[in-house]
């Protein structure tokens, strides 16, 4: 199971925290990712981290901006989001990999509005 | 960056029939690193196909995919009510991974 929070309403140019708690596997086996989508829109690959955090990527979007990482010994997954702009609006889900996006979570809404 | 391209955008089809989705990708997608996802309104996807062809486990045997290379293939031989979503592919076959627009199956 991953359950998201930290999500809510920050200003542009805010920062926002996200956070992933998961259970029920070992969390340090496993490749770990954000997926986001925006309202009304497809889904956006956002950011994948390795099992030890020695392999990270992003999309181009939101690189230098956003940052993601874990801690193996807390079971979680953090996604720290800097310098946010309108465009950053969406739920962000956390999903583990295994050859595909094969547990999600419920998601967690970010809305980026003066 | 490999763009996905899901055709048709929306499919109109009613209970027991076959619906056949498209998913092409401007580039070879390497290893047929591509799954199919099934999305519900106000519920995360969920994985219904990896590798192309390989069906995940607890997805029903309605469901399967096929193709290779840049071209690819969700059918549902039979859709059921549950069955109305949108479906989206993706591949991590390459960096950045991405998601194809996304096709609706909608009741007729």
């Known amino acids: 199971q991953l359950v998201e929070s930290g999500g809510g309403l920050v200003l542009p140019g805010g920062s926002l925290r996200l956070s992933c708690a998961a259970s029920?596997?070992?969390?340090?086996?496993?490749?770990m990712t954000w997926v986001r989508q925006a309202p009304g829109k497809g889904l956006e690959w956002v950011a994948n981290?390795?099992?030890?955090?020695?392999?990270?990527r992003y999309v181009d979007s939101v690189k230098g901006r956003f940052t993601i990482s874990r801690d193996n010994a807390k079971n979680s997954l953090y996604l720290q989001m800097n310098s946010l702009r309108a465009e950053d609006t969406a739920v962000y889900y956390c999903a583990r990999w295994s050859w595909a996006m094969d547990v999600w979570g419920q998601g967690t809404t970010v809305t980026v509005s003066s | 960056e490999i763009v996905l391209t899901q055709s048709p955008g929306t499919l109109s089809l009613s209970p027991g029939e076959r619906a056949t989705l498209s998913c092409r990708a401007s580039q070879n997608i390497r290893n047929n690193y591509l799954a199919w996802y099934q999305q519900k309104p106000g519920q995360a996807p969920r994985v219904l196909i990896c590798?192309?062809?390989s069906r995940v486990t607890g997805i029903p045997d309605r469901f399967s995919g096929s193709g290779s290379g840049t071209d690819f293939t969700l059918t549902i031989s039979r859709l059921e009510p549950e069955d109305f979503a949108v479906y989206y592919c993706?591949?991590?076959?390459?960096?950045?991974?991405?998601f194809g627009q996304g096709t609706k199956v909608e009741i007729k």
């Open positions: 993706q591949q991590s076959g390459s960096s950045p991974w991405t």
């Open positions: 029920g596997f070992t969390f340090s086996s496993y490749w």
């Open positions: 590798d192309a062809s």
């Open positions: 981290i390795h099992q030890e955090g020695s392999e990270i």
